[in-house]
């Protein structure tokens, strides 16, 4: 209990649904999880007073299994809290559907390179005393059903306020990583008179999409059912929606900073609430986190201080291309021996390799590269390539499901031309082997549906080209020709989707054949001009520290 007495002075608490702080804990899905893990790294290396809330989730996400048609099924991730972290004795009560219900919470401590802590609060109502039911809602990750997730979003808002105050933190600012803990701005108005203004001084609201699904609603019905009618469900009413409850606008409505997680994403965000006033913090990645062991020998040699101050990759130019080079190629073959090894296939360091990792779901187009094969194949005569792709469906989303199953019918009829592999079970660990270990980053989102995206960042980390549509923080990072490629025409376009998407395409295969194959093969400095220039005009800015550094002085005030 020491390094939690040692914590209470923190100021600002973090909710977020999901966090992702390393493998061995899959509380994670997804980009959001590994954004709050980002999160506390950063404010641990800052020294930053935060304290972070989430759900202890014993089941994690899911463990994903893929046969040989390339069908997804899903497995339990359990693991065991006790290995990572201290249950502590303080106990609150939340009524649900007319019952006590009573959430515990464990500690973790995440310890920086800069010996900073920043304490993890991982809420918990499999508590003796609670019905088989209720001990369950905080098992799985996005699990169950629509009353499943309003009682994950009952204990992560209401009673991580109610444990805060519990075990004594002096909280100032309440941070809402996406509308999951809305419900914590019911609980402090409770706590402070109805003053909504009190609590608007007190909360900071950041969204992170653009899509209208993407935004938790519930039916008044169930808000009634689990949540009683009285004075809340009237307040529920009135800040959340007089039709339906919306985490999203209920967030909105009692916050005094609201922002979006690029510049790009504020616009879109202003259009979908109007009436609202965003601000942008463009996301970033922690540095030190997702740069390879290769890179890091690299930087420590070169630019020594560089993990605390990620601004000194700016000084990529003093190593020497050829040493750059060489780190590339071992994180490449590290990566390519992995897939070998996995997925019985003879890939080799010489081909240029092209990678696509993250959520398997309809808007961020997987098979866009397959759209045209004639095309695919006269590129791949142009220089040989190989495609690498992991990522999981959420296990309700059937469509997610079946575009993996269409690369593997891809990957079977190119067979004897394109090698293609599919790497199951995609986390953190294996994200931080891809994104090294490929040569191009691929992210190709129907516009204008990619919030921010942070995989092409950590590419960028470890000098790897990005070759990305113009969406998110690619408007902010692209320099076309000089820090990566684009794809298709930019956002302000005035053209169908239909047109927009053969543009795309065009341009996809045109840039691949025409630029990027010919300078990979045949003009090698010129792409590790390209690579430095990643490191040099995009790590140095898109990190996490950057990002905290703009919360600090902007939402946290």
């Keep these: 209990m020491g390094s939690v007495i040692g914590t209470k002075g923190r100021k600002i608490a973090y909710f977020s649904m999901e966090i992702g702080l390393k493998k061995e804990i899959p509380t994670y899905s997804g980009g959001l999880g590994i954004l709050a893990g980002d999160t506390i790294r950063a404010s641990a290396d800052l020294g ?13 996400y899911f463990r994903q299994k893929l046969d040989s048609l390339g069908r997804q099924s899903e497995h339990p991730q359990e693991w065991s809290p006790s290995d990572h972290m201290q249950l502590l004795d303080a106990e609150v009560a939340i009524q649900i559907e007319n019952r006590d219900v009573k959430v515990k919470t464990w500690f973790y401590e995440h310890r920086s390179l800069t ?11 499999d508590v003796e005393g609670n019905s088989p039911e209720d001990k369950q809602i905080t098992y799985s990750l996005y699990g169950g059903d629509r009353k499943y997730r309003l009682k994950q979003e009952i204990i992560l808002g209401i009673g991580g306020v109610r444990i805060l105050k519990e075990l004594g933190y002096s909280i100032t600012k309440y941070h809402m990583n996406e509308g999951h803990s809305s419900l914590l701005a019911l609980e402090l108005l409770n706590q402070n008179n109805m003053d909504p203004e009190k609590v608007k001084e007190l909360c900071v609201f950041t969204t992170h999409t653009p899509i209208e699904s993407g935004h938790d609603m519930f039916s008044h ?14 307040i529920l009413k009135k800040y959340g929606g007089e039709t339906e409850l919306n985490m999203t606008v209920l967030g909105l409505n009692l916050s005094d900073y ?12 202003e259009k979908m609430f109007p009436g609202y006033k965003f601000y942008s913090i463009t996301n970033g990645v922690h540095s030190h986190t997702w740069v390879c062991p290769h890179f890091r020998k690299l930087y420590d040699k070169y630019l020594p201080g560089w993990a605390n101050e990620p601004e000194l990759l700016v000084r990529v130019r003093s190593i020497p291309d050829n040493e750059v080079w060489d780190a590339h190629q071992l994180a490449k073959k590290e990566l390519i021996d992995h897939v070998n090894n996995e997925c019985n296939l003879d890939m080799d360091c010489d081909t240029l390799t092209i990678g696509f990792a993250r959520r398997i779901t309809e808007y961020k187009r997987p098979t866009l590269i397959f759209s045209d ?41 190119l067979k004897t031309e394109i090698k293609i592999a599919y790497l199951e079970n995609y986390n953190m660990e294996l994200s931080l082997k891809i994104i090294s270990g490929v040569d191009i980053w691929l992210n190709n989102p129907k516009k204008p549906l990619e919030a921010s995206g942070t995989s092409g960042m950590k590419a960028a980390h470890n000098g790897v080209v990005n070759f990305s549509v113009l969406d998110g923080w690619w408007i902010e990072g692209c320099v076309e020709g000089v820090t990566g490629y684009s794809i298709g025409p930019k956002p302000e376009v005035d053209k169908s989707p239909e047109q927009v998407e053969m543009m795309e395409l065009d341009d996809f295969y045109n840039k691949l054949e025409y630029i990027m194959i010919p300078k990979y093969y045949h003009r090698k400095d010129e792409w590790i001009n390209l690579m430095n220039n990643s490191i040099e ?21």
């Design 221 to 234: 019905e169930l808000v009634l059912e689990l949540m009683g009618n009285g004075r809340d469900f009237d």
């Design 115 to 125: 010996e900073e802590t920043i304490p993890v609060l991982f809420l918990d109502t």
């Design 373 to 413: 094969l004639n095309r695919l194949r006269k590129v791949n005569e142009a220089g040989k390539i190989q495609l690498i792709f992991a990522g999981k469906a959420h296990p309700r989303d059937i469509q997610g499901k079946m575009f993996i199953e269409r690369i593997f019918e891809y990957a079977k009829e």
């Design 258 to 269: 609201v922002n979006g997680v690029a510049k790009r994403h504020r616009e879109i965000s």
């Design 48 to 60: 930053l007073p935060l304290v972070a809330v989430t759900l202890i989730n014993k089941g994690g």
């Design 537 to 557: 005009m995009i790590a140095y800015y898109f990190n996490s520290h950057r990002m905290m550094h703009r919360y600090v002085t902007e939402a946290y005030l």
